[in-house]
């Protein structure tokens, strides 16, 4: 009886420390993950040139593309544009919503920008993912660098486009 109290006490003991240790990596985790839905909220920020826009994204960006189509190119007067691709309810405008124009480029496609600036914002009304956004990603001001990017539509790439650059003269 005393020898199996003895066997029961460490190991109640260990039992204990287990169980103290276990709730304590519980709640660290927790804290991580609390702490991460925190900084992944925060993590995307963007607004537009005059700054009157400003917007988070609550989900990193998906299948980022660089667009050569002539719309595009127009749209933006550059070379090309670049979007990723999120949804519709992870792009939340927190400031100069009101601003926000847009521009039907086709019957159900929205090219949404700011109308004090003229920054392009957002493409959206895909009829394939009608739920889902493309983010100009040169609006982000968080860094995002993905690991791929499509080129789609190259078939219009801007002649100039390849021409070789040269480094500017010194001032
Ligand atoms: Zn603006
Ligand atoms: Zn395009």
Request: glycine share 6%; hydrophobic share 35%.
């Amino acid at each position: 009886m005393q020898l199996s109290n003895a066997e029961a006490s460490p190991h109640g003991c260990l039992l204990k420390l287990k169980s103290r240790r276990s709730i304590k990596t519980r709640l660290s985790l927790l804290k991580l993950v609390e702490l991460g839905a925190i900084i992944r909220i925060n993590m995307y920020q963007g607004s537009c040139l005059c700054g009157k826009v400003q917007y988070k994204l609550l989900s990193e960006p998906q299948r980022v593309s660089s667009c050569h189509c002539t719309m595009c190119q127009k749209q933006h007067g550059a070379a090309f544009a670049t979007y990723g691709n999120l949804p519709k309810a992870d792009l939340v405008y927190v400031d100069g919503a009101d601003l926000l124009a847009s521009y039907n480029s086709s019957a159900k496609i929205e090219r949404k920008f700011c109308k004090a600036c003229g920054s392009s914002l957002e493409w959206c009304g895909s009829v394939e993912y009608p739920d889902w956004t493309s983010i100009t990603l040169s609006t982000l001001d968080t860094p995002f660098n993905p690991e791929t990017i499509t080129q789609i539509f190259t078939e219009t790439k801007a002649c100039w486009l390849e021409t070789n650059y040269q480094p500017a003269d010194p001032y």
